[in-house]
């Protein structure tokens, strides 16, 4: 199967990190991994995407395995707006197509 | 900069009709990309465009079809509509089909009623 697993739900208390996992046991060399979330009512909104070295930005980290068949997002200090629906995604190069899961619903509890 | 927008926000159609949606990509922006997301799922890729020609095609039949305009705007029409096709409809915007991982901004939806 071309899509991710991911567990169907998390909490995290706020100010606390989050580890969001995620496997693709499938993946192949040129795939990337691609994280995006969608907060309710809103389109889905760019996180993070990597292709073999952990990758950081303003909005999370990313830690991909080195046998890259798994991978996690990591909010450092989660906060209520971090509340949303996270989607792992594999990216095909070759078919420009990103194939997403059910994603992991994340609750921030204050 | 306006984003991804796109009309209209909510769509109430009969079994059988036919709908056009729309989306205007972000400035500087040449690919778009639409997605049916049903209620408690993740988006499921309808088809992308590019040039004005379609490049990538999900697993939809051919009642879903699309255009792009010069201007890099984009219209999703669907034809003979069923209840299934009652979702919301994402369009995303990207630069280029060079191979790289560009990331796709999104806009709000459409949400499609098919009574």
């Known amino acids: 199967d071309a899509k991710t697993t991911q567990p169907n739900s998390m909490e995290s208390n706020e100010e606390e990190p989050v580890h969001l996992p995620c496997n693709h046991s499938?993946?192949?060399?040129?795939?990337?991994i691609h994280w995006y979330r969608q907060l309710p009512s809103q389109g889905p909104e760019y996180v993070i995407h990597g292709l073999t070295s952990n990758v950081n930005n303003r909005m999370a980290s990313l830690a991909i395995a080195e046998d890259r068949k798994s991978s996690t997002l990591i909010l450092h200090r989660a906060t209520l707006r971090d509340a949303a629906v996270y989607y792992c995604?594999?990216?095909?190069?070759?078919?420009?197509?990103?194939?997403f899961g059910a994603g992991t619903r994340l609750t921030v509890k204050p | 900069d306006a984003g991804v927008t796109q009309s209209p926000t909510h769509l109430i159609k009969t079994r059988g009709q036919q709908v056009t949606l729309r989306c205007s990509p972000k400035s500087g922006h040449d690919t778009v990309s639409w997605y049916q997301q049903a209620l408690g799922q993740g988006p499921q890729f309808i088809f992308q465009?590019?040039?004005?020609?379609?490049?990538q095609r999900g697993n939809f039949p051919d009642r879903f079809s699309g255009h792009q305009f010069p201007n890099y705007s984009s219209e999703l029409n669907v034809n003979a509509l069923l209840l299934g096709d009652s979702a919301l409809y994402l369009c995303a915007s990207s630069l280029g089909l060079a191979g790289g991982p560009y990331e796709q901004y999104f806009g709000p939806g459409t949400r499609l009623t098919v009574t």
């Open positions: 499938t993946i192949s060399g040129t795939d990337y």
């Open positions: 995604i594999r990216y095909y190069p070759a078919g420009k197509d990103m194939r």
């Open positions: 465009y590019y040039e004005e020609e379609e490049r």
